[in-house]
Each structure stands twice: as structure tokens, then as C-alpha cells.
């Protein structure tokens, strides 16, 4: 079946948080501090976290499901962005994460593109950070038409990680 990409609600707080959680430990667990990934999920992936930023107007969620089960999500912010990010009306993409049973196998496009949609109707200029030391996501970002416009800080539990900065339009 192929997946679906839908709009996250309150009622799906649960289910993101153990999914993110999951995909995160998945992603980051062999390269960093136990002590820093578990501070770090405390801090983020909590059910009463997710359901604050699933009623927050500002945020959009998008949840990708294959035969009814989380395979991908992805959410979105307005509001400020660094300064190396010049374009206008940004729009951050705060957490962007696949499944590993699916990576390279076309869902994280799927994904991209319903998240384009979605952030070209909050703003015109699309935003991450990225972990300097996640090399696919960057060629897969780059790939999906990202540039790179500078770096920032970003503090997983006690560790200060430079983070890449991207942009695109969403204008095109
Ligand atoms: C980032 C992510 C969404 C990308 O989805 P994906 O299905 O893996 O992406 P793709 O396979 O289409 O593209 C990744 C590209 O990186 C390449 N790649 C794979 N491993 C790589 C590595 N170790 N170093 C550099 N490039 C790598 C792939 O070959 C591919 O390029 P190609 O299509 O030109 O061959 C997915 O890997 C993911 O969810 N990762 C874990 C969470 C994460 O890191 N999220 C991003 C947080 S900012």
C-alpha cells in the first residue's frame, strides 16, 4: 500500500511521541551520550510536549502512515529564524524523520513533498538545522533543493552540536 500523508491532531499525541522517540534513538543513539539522548527525549518527546505543539496554531504536523502505521513525520513552525536565513516569511522544519525500514525507498520524498505544500501555505522561505555529522540527511535535503547558509548551536541534553543551516524558496 503506498503511505499517506495526513495532518496530525491532538489525538495522535501518543502515537508520535513513542514513534518519535523511537526514530530518534534509531537515528542519534550510536553517536551520542546515552545520558544526552535521554535527557534530550525527556525533554522532547513527551505526550503533554506533543499535544502543546499539535494545538499550537503556529505548528503543523504531518504524519505519514503505511498500512495504518506511523512510517514517517514531519513538523513545522512559524516564527523567527537566524539570521542567516535572508529570505522572506520563514517557516522552520523543525523535526523531518523517516522510518529506517524506509529510507531509500522514495517515502522521504512523499513526505518532502506534502511538506512543501504545507509550508508554502505559512510562509516563503523553508528552514532546517542539521547535525553537521548526519551526512544523508543532508545529501537528502540537498537533493530536495536546500542550500546551505550557515551553522548554529543546538544542545542535545549537555552537548553543544554545530548544526548546518539550509534554506530553499517556496516560491518555485
Ligand atoms: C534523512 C532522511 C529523512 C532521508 O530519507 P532517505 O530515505 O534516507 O533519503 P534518500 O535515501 O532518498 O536520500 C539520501 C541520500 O544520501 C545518500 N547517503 C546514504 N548514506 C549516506 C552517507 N552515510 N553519507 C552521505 N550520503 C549518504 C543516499 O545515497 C541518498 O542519495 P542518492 O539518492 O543520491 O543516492 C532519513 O534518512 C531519516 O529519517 N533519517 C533519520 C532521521 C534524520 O536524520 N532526520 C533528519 C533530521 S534533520
Partial sequence: MPPI??????DDAARITEFAARVFRDA?????????????????FTPERQSAELRDPSWTTL???????????????????????????????????VDRRWHGRGNAQSLMASVLVAASEMGETLWLS?????????????????????SKIFRLGGDAQSDRVVARSLRD
Fill in 5 to 10: 500523508v495526513r495532518r496530525g491532531t491532538p
Fill in 28 to 44: 542519534f543513539e550510536a553517536d551520542n551520550r546515552p545520558e544526552d539522548v535521554v535527557a534530550h527525549l525527556a525533554a522532547t
Fill in 63 to 97: 504524519l505519514m502512515e503505511e498500512a495504518a502505521e506511523p512510517a514517517g513525520y514531519a513538523q513545522l513552525r512559524q516564527g523567527p529564524a537566524p539570521a542567516c536565513v535572508t529570505g522572506p516569511n520563514p517557516v522552520e522544519l523543525v523535526r523531518f524523520y
Fill in 130 to 150: 542539521v547535525w553537521e555529522r548526519n551526512a544523508r540527511a543532508m545529501a537528502f535535503y540537498r537533493k530536495s533543493g536546500f542550500v546551505d547558509v550557515g
